[in-house]
């Protein structure tokens, strides 16, 4: 939340809070693009995720009515679902799919607002962003904000009432990595908020790094599902998530251009 | 009379009421939401509901996404 290094920060001990909640995972992860519902339930739990993200779609009319539904087999008594509104371009669709997905969780206000601007990139389309945004938190939304790695846009979701602020780090399912670690940190220093980086990473090193610059947690999907092994980059991202976050509290030594030794000159016996 | 249902056309009995629509469907009890002509219909509202000719009708459920 704020780039000052917490002295009285032990291992292990160090929650993220949401709306209230304390999580003791910093690592957000999606729910799709797995083999089915039962890799996607494994790699979660190998994750340590707590809290996940969904899309709401339509139901196929007629079609496999006993086919598994995702709140089946991944149950939200034992997670927090984080709905999402992918795949919209409006604030007006962003609006009725937030919607829909209190509805269909029994009034669950949690969601995570993205508006796409760009079908190539999915760059976030700020301007909707904040459209949908002042709508939804009127109707009493809990909202999560995907956005631009833009500090400006991130301050000003932040004192809409968004009550976390998701930068991007790279394209979604790009796997670039942290494309602008200045940006990132900037964010991080003004909030006031949590900042959890959204979309970008690719490997374990992208998450440490997104961490270690002060970021409150990660939300990743395609980085883990699309590895060749998710199971194994699940349980690598959640080490990376905590490395970087315990990096963080203790502060890295200063960079400098010439060496110091590690070993006391003093003894030396030629 | 006929409805616009998740983007298709249906025919549906007058006087049908969203409880019996979603009965028809194997719906009953299933976790899923619905909105009629972009309004949420509460799923405790669905017996009272009447659904009218050219009803635009989502049903819509989760599934996994990032």
Known sequence: MNSQIQQNIKPGKDPLTIAGVEYRSRLLVGTGKYQDLYQAKQAIDESGAEIITMAVRRTNIGQSPDEPNLLDIISPDDYTYLPNTAGCYSADEAIRTCRLARELLDGHSLVKLEVLGDEKTLFPDVAETFRAAEVLLKEDFLIMVYTNDDPVAAKRLEEMGCIAVMPLAAPIGSGLGIRNPYNIATIVENANVPILVDAGVGTASDAAIAMELGCDGILMQTAIASAKNPLLMASAMKKAVEAGREAYHAGRIPRKRYAAASSPVDGLFF | ?66
Not at chain 2, 10 to 32: W, Y
């Open chain 2, 1 to 66: 009379m006929e409805i616009t249902l998740n983007g298709e056309s249906r025919q549906v009995p007058d006087h049908s009421t969203a409880s019996q629509l979603v009965e028809t469907l194997c719906l009953a009890g299933k976790r899923m939401a619905m909105e009629i002509n972009e309004e949420i219909v509460p799923r405790s509202t669905f017996d009272e509901r009447v659904i009218r000719d050219g009803d635009k009708i989502e049903i819509v459920g989760a599934i996994g996404g990032g």
